[in-house]
């Protein structure tokens, strides 16, 4: 008896070891991601930055023209496009041999437009919570001398040329979606499905380090995630496109020649009937909610194992460390 239990014990142990390299293999992954996309922006900025140094060398306006160029790569999205090719290029490499990675493109069931509107409405509606924990966080931390107004600029601002828009509205949120509603959740997938929407939204959130924008996106990547997961991973690269696209640069382009107060008034009134309306959906399909959870709740133990992994926790502070040097003094 005594030798089965000790058997058990040690399958029981080689299982968890087991999920613990899987937790650190999905999450590895995402930091060289991370690392080689900030490493190609700044090889981008590098080289143009000394390209102009070359070509203006005996001029004595070189020093403006780096700082032009600085500026002009700061505000394109030249480098964040050539980077996130570089990051996805690696991320294919490194998670070819992985069985789930080619689950990415699965499609479970049919979207319907009966199941598409009210989702989407749900998402929108998560654009009043990023206002409301914005403008809180905001007034707390006046109150103590500093200030995070330019990390919620930072993350509302509209695109200002042609290769930032591209890459805001629609080469960001294909990537997004790959890296975490596909490599991430279906690297978490063992642990079951609401481990794995929740987990992914959690690195999702943090990878923007934006403290404030970091809420919103794992808010927003709970929704995306079950999206990805009920249906596919296309559905939820059409919601993300819709809220950068549509809810971004172009509400920003349509509503910029507006004064400041009609703006308001546009954008409370649009998104306060996403909110009612989401209140509504949400309440009618309480009960359906409650039998997904159910199903497909978290096991013992499974969240112990991603959140003790080493690499999580690295990657968790490298993010918050990001975050907090977003805030200011006054």
Same mark, same amino acid.
């Given at each position: 008896?005594?030798?089965?239990?000790?058997?058990?014990?040690?399958?029981?142990?080689?299982?968890?070891?087991?999920?613990?390299?899987?937790?650190?293999?999905?999450?590895?992954?995402?930091?060289?991601?991370?690392?080689?996309?900030?490493?190609?922006?700044?090889?981008?900025?590098?080289?143009?930055?000394?390209?102009?140094?070359?070509?203006?060398?005996?001029?004595?306006?070189?020093?403006?023209?780096?700082?032009?160029?600085?500026?002009?790569?700061?505000?394109s999205?030249?480098?964040?496009?050539?980077?996130?090719?570089?990051?996805?290029?690696?991320?294919?490499?490194?998670?070819?041999?992985?069985?789930?990675?080619?689950?990415?493109?699965?499609q479970?069931?049919?979207?319907?437009?009966?199941?598409?509107?009210? *989702?989407?409405? %749900? #998402?929108? @509606?998560?654009?009043?919570?990023? !206002?409301?924990?914005?403008?809180?966080?905001? +007034? =707390? /931390?006046?109150?103590?001398?500093?200030?995070?107004?330019?990390?919620?600029?930072?993350?509302?601002?509209?695109?200002?040329?042609?290769?930032?828009?591209?890459?805001?509205?629609?080469?960001?949120?294909?990537?997004?979606?790959?890296?975490?509603?596909?490599?991430?959740?279906?690297?978490?997938?063992?642990?079951?499905k609401?481990?794995?929407?929740s987990?992914?939204?959690?690195?999702?959130?943090?990878i923007h380090?934006?403290? *404030?924008?970091? %809420? #919103?996106? @794992?808010?927003?990547?709970?929704? !995306?995630?079950?999206?990805?997961?009920?249906? +596919? =991973? /296309?559905?939820?690269?059409?919601?993300?496109?819709?809220?950068?696209?549509?809810?971004?640069?172009?509400?920003?382009?349509v509503?910029?020649?507006?004064?400041e107060?009609?703006q308001?008034?546009?954008?409370?009134?649009?998104?306060g009937c996403?909110?009612?309306?989401?209140?509504?959906?949400?309440?009618?399909?309480?009960?359906?909610?409650?039998?997904?959870?159910?199903?497909?709740?978290?096991?013992?133990?499974?969240?112990? *194992?991603?959140v003790?992994?080493?690499?999580?926790?690295?990657?968790?502070?490298?993010?918050?460390?990001?975050g907090i +040097?977003?805030?200011?003094?006054?």
């Amino acid at each position: 008896m005594n030798e089965e239990l000790k058997l058990t014990k040690q399958l029981e142990k080689k299982k968890q070891s087991e999920k613990k390299k899987q937790v650190n293999k999905v999450i590895t992954g995402v930091l060289f991601y991370e690392l080689i996309t900030v490493v190609c922006v700044m090889l981008d900025a590098l080289i143009q930055m000394i390209r102009v140094a070359v070509l203006y060398r005996n001029s004595p306006d070189m020093e403006q023209q780096v700082e032009a160029v600085l500026e002009d790569c700061i505000n394109s999205g030249r480098g964040m496009i050539l980077s996130i090719a570089a990051g996805l290029f690696f991320l294919f490499i490194y998670f070819r041999k992985q069985e789930y990675s080619k689950k990415i493109f699965n499609q479970s069931r049919s979207m319907k437009r009966a199941e598409f509107f009210p *989702i989407l409405t %749900v #998402f929108m @509606a998560l654009q009043v919570f990023f !206002l409301v924990v914005g403008n809180g966080a905001e +007034s =707390i /931390l006046n109150r103590f001398g500093f200030s995070l107004m330019e990390e919620i600029e930072s993350a509302t601002s509209a695109s200002t040329v042609f290769s930032m828009f591209l890459y805001v509205s629609f080469i960001a949120p294909i990537a997004e979606e790959l890296v975490f509603r596909g490599f991430v959740m279906r690297g978490l997938e063992r642990f079951g499905k609401i481990t794995a929407i929740s987990g992914s939204a959690l690195l999702f959130g943090a990878i923007h380090g934006n403290l *404030i924008q970091g %809420v #919103f996106a @794992a808010m927003a990547g709970l929704v !995306l995630g079950y999206v990805a997961m009920e249906y +596919s =991973i /296309l559905w939820s690269i059409v919601i993300h496109i819709i809220n950068n696209f549509i809810f971004g640069d172009l509400w920003a382009y349509v509503t910029g020649g507006l004064n400041e107060t009609l703006q308001d008034i546009l954008f409370y009134g649009i998104y306060g009937c996403f909110f009612v309306a989401a209140g509504i959906e949400l309440y009618l399909k309480r009960n359906e909610i409650k039998e997904y959870w159910r199903k497909n709740k978290n096991k013992n133990g499974h969240w112990k *194992i991603i959140v003790t992994s080493f690499w999580f926790i690295l990657f968790m502070i490298l993010q918050l460390a990001v975050g907090i +040097s977003g805030i200011h003094k006054i």
